[in-house]
């Protein structure tokens, strides 16, 4: 440990790499505001129980991942490792569920103690919307359908593949439960240690093992697709109608499972090949039994997350800083001159660079180093006449204004 470097899992966003960030998560608010969604915030941290009982203790988040500490007071609190639980509680905590439907997006950082590499954070962040209260299909082909759109505008959805699946109702679930389990059985002395407890406790979850022995297991186990309910296939024909409706490109993946306890009937996943490993930018499902599941009224939901950080990488171009006016005064009557005229552009919203020290020379160097667009220049003689100097930077193009013309003359890089 040394106080001198980040923890381990965290980074810094400087400028360049905020600019990426906030191309993404504002792309990503702006998609979900097109489709009628209100952006909410929930507290980074919660009591340990909102996401221990909903994300299931057998969930690798819940098991290995969560920063978990006891306050002052005694009270066992949780950095939020996901959204959803917390806009849960916040819905039955705020007596929401008299108001639904509710279509809600969130950005935020999200904790989890995991093995850092390239893509997988310890502080990380995440976009997401959740529509609540829409128990139709539709709900969830909107939702998906957000998601394409704001992969879309920031150029990425065409090196994307969304991939689907469904998990079913619970009929189905407890049909499909009975031949997993059986299936698994014969290779109990093989499977890892942790699929082995889960065989027990959530047999589906070996299904999302990572652990190369237990893939290779699972590889020939019992599609969960041959045991799925009349009313489950139906859902999700409708499903993948609605998205054939929008010209939204999809591929089943039979063994597409999310490693939460309250999914059920659609999950997908949006995957880019070119991250490599950690290449699932956007991953969600339907969450009807959450809710209820948390001690509220039974509340249909579906939503999805999406990490920001691996959508910054799928950026073609990093957004270019918006480019200040400089202003350059010579001489201490022209320096208290340019305070005001600053004061004045600042009011009307431009944005002004000034100076604190320095001749002719150095701030022209300042203000080229900024990339300043403008500079405004302005000497006694300029202000006994009551005029100043635009330079204008990329073609060295200059001309006298009069003051009070100067906002107009400056509309244009505001
Ligand atoms: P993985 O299989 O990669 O561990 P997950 O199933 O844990 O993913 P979700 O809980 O579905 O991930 O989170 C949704 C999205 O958030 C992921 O698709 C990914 O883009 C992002 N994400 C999840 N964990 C991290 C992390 N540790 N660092 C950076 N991004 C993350
Ligand atoms: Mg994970």
Redesign the pocket.
Known sequence: MSALQPVRGTHDLLPEDMRRFREVADTARRAALCFGYHEVATPIFEFTEVFKRTLGDTS??VTKEMYTFTDKGGETVTLRP?GTAGVARALISGGLTQHLPLKYFYVGP?F?Y?RPQK????Q?H?TGVELLGVKEPQGDVEVIAIGVEFLRRIGAWERCELELNTLGDTASRQAYRRVLIDYLNDFRDRLSKDSLERLDKNPLRVLDSKDENDQKIVADAPLYSDYLSPEAQDFFARVKGGLDDLGIAYRINPRLV???DYYCHTCF?ITCPELGA?K????GGRYDGLVGMMGGPETAGVGW???V??CSMLLKETPAAARPIAIVPLGEAAERKAAQIAGDLRRQDFMVDLGYSGNMGKRMKRANKIEAVVAVILGDDEIAKGEVSLKLLDTGEQKNVRLTDLEAALAAYR
């Open positions: 690798d988040v996901e999200m989890r995991e893509g997988r954070m310890r990380f995440q999310r490693g939460l996943e950690q699932t930018v956007l991953a997350a999406s990490g950080e691996r």
